[in-house]
Nanobody, 110 residues
Framework: VQLQASGGGLVQAGGSLRLSCAVF????????MGWFRQAPGKEREFVAA???????FYADSVKGRFTISRDSRKNQAYLQMNNLKIEDTAVYYC?????WGQGTLVTVSS
């Protein structure tokens, strides 16, 4: 199983980014997909997840701003991030069970 995250970049505060996670060797609709992030000097933390039923879960810090979704035809998961804040700066990782993507850097500037 391989996960490839992409879509990170530099954005101003208040802006938006959409992260993508291409999944190989596993069907996204059959597993819980999640996004985590790790800011400099901090531990990796949960951001969002979507389960087999399509129910979504979010960290309090991103509720109302981030949206997780998946596309079974493309076998990808996504994280739409709106109204980004400086404190959202981190490397973002997609995850399913014990498998992790390589991470994509999101930098939010003032």
């Amino acid at each position: 199983v391989q996960l490839q995250a992409s879509g990170g970049g530099l954005v101003q505060a208040g802006g938006s980014l959409r992260l993508s996670c291409a999944v190989f060797g596993r069907t996204v609709r059959n597993y819980v997909m999640g996004w985590f992030r790790q800011a400099p000097g901090k531990e990796r933390e949960f951001v969002a997840a979507i389960n087999l039923s399509g129910n979504t879960f979010y960290a309090d810090s991103v509720k109302g701003r981030f949206t997780i979704s998946r596309d079974s035809r493309k076998n990808q998961a996504y994280l739409q991030m709106n109204n980004l804040k400086i404190e959202d700066t981190a490397v973002y990782y997609c995850n399913t069970e014990e498998f992790w993507g390589q991470g994509t850097l999101v930098t939010v500037s003032s």
